[in-house]
Nanobody, 122 residues
């Protein structure tokens, strides 16, 4: 069982910054990809950024150059530094972690956080 604890959302003015954190807890053997998704009202959930265990990253075109994803493998934690925020970044942000939790099962399974609201408004 994996629990994801998210923090760092809130209200910020356009051009401002926020840093999201997501800590994975539980009986975790190893973690593969960690990522952030977001869902705005009336829209589908979309990938914002992802990072592999080796540190390779992938970003949505809309956030390239503004957002930075990073991870601390010792703490099983992923971060999303969001700079130059725009009103269109307003959404609920969800952490996603692919984790292996059973020694006899080599598969990694996706786990979702509860979501944290990010609102960009003046």
């Amino acid at each position: 069982q994996v629990q994801l604890v998210e923090s760092g959302g809130g209200l910020v003015q356009p051009g401002g910054s926020l840093r999201l954190s997501c800590a994975a807890r539980g009986s975790i053997i190893s973690i593969n990809v960690m990522g952030w998704y977001r869902q705005a009202p009336g829209k589908q959930r979309e990938l914002v950024a992802a990072i592999t265990g080796a540190g390779s990253t992938n970003y949505a075109d809309s956030v390239k150059g503004r957002f930075t994803i990073s991870r601390d493998n010792a703490k099983n934690t992923v971060y999303l530094q969001m700079n130059s925020l725009k009103p269109e970044d307003t959404a609920v942000y969800y952490c996603n972690v692919q984790a292996r939790t059973r020694s006899w099962d080599p598969s990694y399974y996706a786990n979702w956080g509860q979501g944290t609201q990010v609102t960009v408004s003046s």
